[in-house]
């Protein structure tokens, strides 16, 4: 089994602002601006339309008539859907080459994270909580299905309920390798969901270090490249990881989408993911 940390929504690039997190713990990762999208004014979110809520945080620069790419798909509310919709997540180019090289494919895990803060309302708007720390947090989760080939002509099959992805509605438009990943129906078969939103945030989501820069990570101490006997993609060199009796810390890599680690059958990484996705998962709103 391979784990894919996968960086999504709104960065420094596409957006230019964080993601939020509610008082009561809300995640809500934002869809990056694209040509190959729907209106902002299109999609909802825990706290009912995103279109306010971004207008308010990117002070009026992106709104309700903004291009989104909603992608990763994990809400079946964020639209209106067809029958038989599943989360799913599209890839292309060299992030998509790499998911090839690493032999990425069903059973195989997504996590996604993103750059988050705490945001609150105050009175009819929303803001930044002042002092508020900048983080990389997970939001959500993937277990691959099913993957789709989508280069050239897409052929979805009977996949009806993909028309309106970007990766389909749009492939004359993608580049090379264009594939999307289709949910699995529970993961690891058990009567958990195969994706979805993580509900509420706690510091167990956060891969940031505390105190430390945002792409400073803490992640569990079975990942550790000396004790899994394996490394994360873009990560090999043992200078970026610090281990302890608890946790390893990690430097991150300054850009880049997919991170891959193959943990292959360990026990320990599987008991992670399902009590991450038990504690912290919401079955998919189809």
Known sequence: MKIIFSRKGFDSQYGGVPSPIFDDGT??????????????????????????????????????????HLDPDLR???VARRAGWRPSFGQVAAAQSHLARQGVGPGDVFLFFGWFRQA?????????????????????????????????????????????HPHVAFADQMGSGNAIYIAAEALFKRRLPGAGCFVRWTPRLQLTAPGRSRSVWRLPAWMHPDVSQ???????????WQLDEQST???SVAKGQEFVIDVGTSALARRWLIQLIQQHGQEDMA
């Open 249 to 251: 810390l990690l430097q």
């Open 76 to 78: 079946g509310d964020s």
């Open 27 to 68: 995640l809500v990762s934002l869809p990056i601006p694209s040509r190959q999208g729907r209106p902002l004014g299109d999609i909802t979110g825990p706290v009912g339309s995103l279109a306010p809520l971004v207008a308010d945080l990117t002070a009026g620069r992106l709104g309700a008539h903004t291009l989104v």
């Open 120 to 164: 609150e309302r105050r009175g009819t708007h929303w803001r930044y909580v002042p002092g508020a720390p900048d983080i990389h947090s997970l939001f959500g989760w993937l277990q691959v299905g099913n993957v789709l080939s989508l280069f050239g002509t897409p052929q979805i099959g009977s996949h009806e309920w993909l028309h309106d």
């Open 230 to 240: 394996t490394a994360l993609s873009y990560h090999t060199d043992p200078r970026r």
